[in-house]
């Protein structure tokens, strides 16, 4: 399958943007997920998603700010973002994996497919 990540912008301190990642096949079988790289660091976990959309996990870092989602039927996932903060300035990634723990969700080695990121800056 290949991802095609796009919704990336710049965006002031407190505002709001909907990330998306379209698949090229059908997605209904992949666990889902977004990652994140930020300038000089190392790309870390963003929120994950099952197959079904009924579990969601999300890094402690943008709980209550972050939703993630998916519609099957479109073969998309998306992550809308609000109260945004300079600190989520970075490069956003979708990933797929074909099977998934609540522990291997978190993980970059966790996912077998990857988009190729679209970039969001966030201004104070």
């Known amino acids: 399958v290949q991802l095609q990540a796009s919704g990336g912008g710049l965006v002031q301190a407190g505002g709001s943007l909907r990330l998306s990642c379209e698949a090229s096949g059908r997605i209904f079988s992949y666990y889902l997920g977004w990652f994140r790289q930020a300038p000089g660091k190392e790309r870390e976990f963003v929120s994950a998603?099952?197959?079904?959309?009924?579990?969601?996990y999300s890094a402690e870092s943008v709980k209550g700010r972050f939703t993630i989602s998916r519609d099957n039927a479109k073969n998309t996932l998306y992550l809308q973002m609000n109260d945004l903060k300079p600190e989520d300035t970075a490069v956003y990634y979708c990933a797929a994996a074909q099977w998934a723990t609540t522990e291997t969700m978190t993980r970059n080695d966790g996912y077998d497919y990857w988009g190729q990121g679209t970039l969001v800056t966030v201004s104070s």
């Open positions: 998603i099952s197959m079904s959309g009924g579990s969601t």
